[in-house]
Structure formats: C-alpha cells, structure tokens
C-alpha cells in the first residue's frame, strides 16, 4: 500500500529538480554525449500521452548551421547557435493518418486532432527538460519557432502533419551565469481548492509585480512599477502570430 509521506520528508530528488528551475541561455562548449541525451528522451517517452495515440515527434538537432538558421527564424535568439543540442518537440498526425489509411478510414482532422497532438508534444518536451536539469544540464523552451512555422518545418524536412509546437536549447550551464529563480504568482493566486476564488485580482498582480522589479533589480536590471503586467499587457494589443491558423492548415492541421 502506497502511505503519505511524513510531514518532514516532503522533498524528492523529483521535487529538488523542479524547484531548481530557471530557464538558462548560457552554455559552456561541452557537447551532450549521445547516450545521455538518448537515455533522457527514451524516459521522457514515457511521459503520459491521449489515449496511447502517441501523436508526436522529436527532431534532434546539432548541426550549427541549422541551428543559425533556426536561430534566424526565431527571431534572433542567439542561444539557439550557442547550445550544443536543439530540440524541436512537434504535434504529428502522420501516423494518425497512416492507421486511418490501413483501415480504410479517414482521419477527421479537427480542433481536438491539433490540441491532443500539441498536448503530447509539450508533455513530452516538459519531461525531457526535467529529466535534463536532474542530470545537470539546462536549457530554455522556445516558443519562437512558431514565429516562421513553416521555414522551420522545411529546415528539419518535416511532412504535412507535423508542426514544431516548440523548440528547446539544452546545454551544460555557464554555473557563473546562471540566473536566479524568477518569482511566480502567490500559489493561491493559481491553486485552488474545489472552487475557483480569487480575492482582489488586482492587489495580486501589483505585489507580484513588485517581487518581479525586485528580483530584475538584483540583477541591476531597472523595470517599470508594473514590472510583469506591463509588458504582457502591452503585448497584447495587437494579436500574436496572426497568421498561425491559416500557416498550421496549410501545414495539415485544423483549427474547427
Ligand atoms: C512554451 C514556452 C515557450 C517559450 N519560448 C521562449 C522563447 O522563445 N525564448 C526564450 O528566451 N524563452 C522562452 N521561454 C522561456 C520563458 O520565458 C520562461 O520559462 C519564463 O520567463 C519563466 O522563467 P524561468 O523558466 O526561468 O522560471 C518559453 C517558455 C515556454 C514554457
């Protein structure tokens, strides 16, 4: 029978992991053995995934000429180059749509088709990062590859059917350059018990945006007062990647 845990030994090397993590951008120039980097994506395999449909794909990559490009098409994010290892994490109906075929159906794309097959690509893509930081390395998602989704599907020669949801950097960290923990909102702020409550939303998001100013300007980084809420806000006046719906049909996918 499976007991809880005694009050005083709450922390697993599990929990240690996670409570460690900071998105790192800085790596030294040691490589990621192949066995290494092969014995953290076969565990994160095993990360839960919709009925057993196993609706995604990991393209590894280590060629720094890809790597520049990627790092073009993402915007100019220059730990792209510098990392040893880039991984992209992809939604991918492929075989979906081959079992389809060897049955003699077709496959009814949809909405739920795009979400269960991004859904287990990001759960598998948090996995390897977990598995990653537990043995040393780091690394940071990145979202940006969504940016030029195409151009970055062409790179890495996927089919119709399989879409980067997102990308991330692996690397053994610069130890001098690794930054502190970014703050999070209060937990009551998000965790909720049987119903959802929150009291005074925006008192919320003032003090978290004052732990936020602080925890910049221990790093001599000046930001505004609305340090958090500022900049998210102002980022939404426009809509993000407008084109994405009509790049993810093009590319396979439905968003009805
Ligand atoms: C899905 C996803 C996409 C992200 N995309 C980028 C990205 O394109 N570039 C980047 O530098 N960081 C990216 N990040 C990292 C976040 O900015 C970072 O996780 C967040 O600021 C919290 O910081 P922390 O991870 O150090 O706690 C991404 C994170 C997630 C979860």
Redesign the pocket.
């Known amino acids: 029978m499976t007991s809880t845990p005694e009050k005083n030994n709450l922390t697993t090397p599990v929990t240690e992991v996670l409570n460690k993590?900071?998105?790192v951008?800085q790596y030294t120039d040691q490589d990621i053995d192949d066995n290494l980097l092969m014995t953290i994506l076969n565990a994160s395999r095993r990360s839960p995934t919709s009925s057993n449909m196993q609706t995604y794909s990991i393209v590894v990559v280590r060629n720094p000429e890809v790597k520049k490009e990627l790092a073009v098409l993402?915007g100019g994010?220059k730990?792209i180059e510098a990392c040893p290892v880039f991984i992209a994490f992809c939604a991918d109906i492929t075989r979906l749509e081959a079992i389809c075929e060897m049955h003699g159906q077709t496959l009814t794309k949809n909405l739920e088709t795009t979400l269960v097959s991004s859904i287990d690509a990001a759960l598998v893509g948090m996995s390897v990062q977990t598995a990653a930081e537990s043995f040393g390395l780091s690394g940071?998602?990145?979202?940006?590859i969504r940016n030029n989704p195409k151009e970055a599907a062409e790179l890495l020669e996927l089919p119709k059917g399989v879409y980067i949801t997102?990308g991330m950097c692996l690397g053994w960290p610069k130890e001098d350059l690794i930054?502190d923990?970014?703050p999070r909102l209060a937990e009551h702020v998000v965790i909720h018990k049987e119903t959802y409550k929150v009291d005074n939303l925006e008192g919320e998001i003032r003090t978290y945006n004052q732990q936020l100013k602080a925890h910049y300007e221990a790093q001599n980084r000046n930001l505004d007062d609305d340090a958090w809420s500022g900049p998210i806000a102002k980022k939404q006046e426009k809509p993000n990647r407008p084109k994405l719906k009509e790049t993810l049909e093009s590319m396979g996918f439905s968003l009805d």
């Open positions: 993590h900071v998105s951008r993402t994010q730990h940071v998602m990145i979202g940006g997102y930054p923990r970014k």
